[in-house]
């Protein structure tokens, strides 16, 4: 329950109460839309005519053949189950389904990134080409890694080698090298009574594996 409600906060973002509008010719076959999602942010490549092709995970489509059901926006809750069960889609929406209530950003990562763009009639290509079913890896195939590999020609996710430097950060610095002391003695001196606090432990372990992975 825990963990559904954290996946929650970080995936999903609160819907804003007053849509705002969103000015479609501000858009161009080929663009790259941003949208921010609280801690993560959704990316998509816009085709024309309010069509965006967007990286998803959504479990509907590995549990349903109702192409009607499908096609309606993904849910929070299908969101999450795909997270969780890594099946993902890369689908087209409208451009107030995929920003969901969220402010547009376009072509943001033009100034972060070091490449040129390729040519935006090209990119809208790679994405359609790619619609359809996909593995989805938090921090090896998700959404950023689809745009990137469109409109660049790689594959890569910022967010991802963010969170890497950071976990790497982490895990080197010297404070939590006298943690996982402490906390391995501690665990040696509490080992007959920490039973379940073990087992917590060695499920949090595993999901955290099985969502790296
Ligand atoms: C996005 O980038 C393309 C170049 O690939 C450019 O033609 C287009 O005008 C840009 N869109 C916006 C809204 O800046």
Sequence with gaps: MFLWQLLSVLFV???????????????KRGD????????????GIYLGDDRVAHLIPDILPAVSRNKGAIAK?????RLLLGVISKVASVRVDSVADFAYGSDVLVNHTDKVIKRPPLDGDEVARRAEKLLGSVTYSLLWYNCEHYVMYCRYGVAISYQ???FCTAVRRVVFSRTSAFLTALGGVGAL???????????????LVSFTVWMAA
Excluded: I
């Design 189 to 203: 001196l509490c080992a007959g009574c920490a039973t379940p606090l073990a087992l917590a432990c060695t499920l």
């Design 73 to 77: 926006m993904v849910t929070n809750q």
């Design 32 to 43: 790259l839309l941003e949208v921010p999602r609280t801690l993560f942010t959704h990316f």
């Design 160 to 162: 991802t080698y963010q």
């Design 13 to 27: 973002g609160s819907k804003k109460q007053q849509k705002p509008k969103y000015e479609l010719s501000r858009y």
